[in-house]
């Protein structure tokens, strides 16, 4: 029968195995870190395209009177609440 000191044992042993750099294949990790390396510049991308975006949407935001830069700001609340699954409602 385990006991909950055992199970802490297990828990510490499987942590080392994973996170513990003497344990670390530097082959492996190594192969990995391209591909780390890609998904990291595949996701900066990603911010800058949004940062363009919310760039042109401010520019849009900037052409319209006061009323209509308001009735603006809440739809765009609306979509970013609904793409996001904020509110399953809207």
């Given at each position: 029968?385990?006991?909950?000191?055992?199970?802490f044992?297990?828990n510490n042993?499987?942590?080392d195995q994973?996170?513990?750099?003497q344990?670390?294949?530097?082959?492996y990790?190594?192969?990995?870190?391209?591909?780390?390396?890609?998904y990291?510049q595949?996701?900066?991308?990603?911010v800058?395209?949004?940062?363009?975006?919310?760039?042109?949407?401010?520019?849009?935001?900037n052409?319209?009177?006061?009323?209509h830069?308001?009735?603006?700001?809440?739809l765009?609340?609306?979509?970013?609440?609904?793409?996001?699954?904020?509110?399953?409602t809207?």
């Open positions: 029968m385990e006991t909950k000191g055992d199970s044992m297990n042993y499987f942590y994973f996170f513990n750099p344990y670390v294949n530097p082959l990790y190594q192969q990995n870190q391209a591909e780390i390396i890609r990291q595949d996701q900066n991308n990603e800058a395209k949004v940062v363009k975006a919310v760039h042109d949407l401010c520019e849009a935001y052409k319209l009177d006061p009323q830069q308001q009735q603006a700001f809440f765009a609340l609306a979509e970013m609440a609904r793409e996001s699954g904020w509110n399953n809207i």
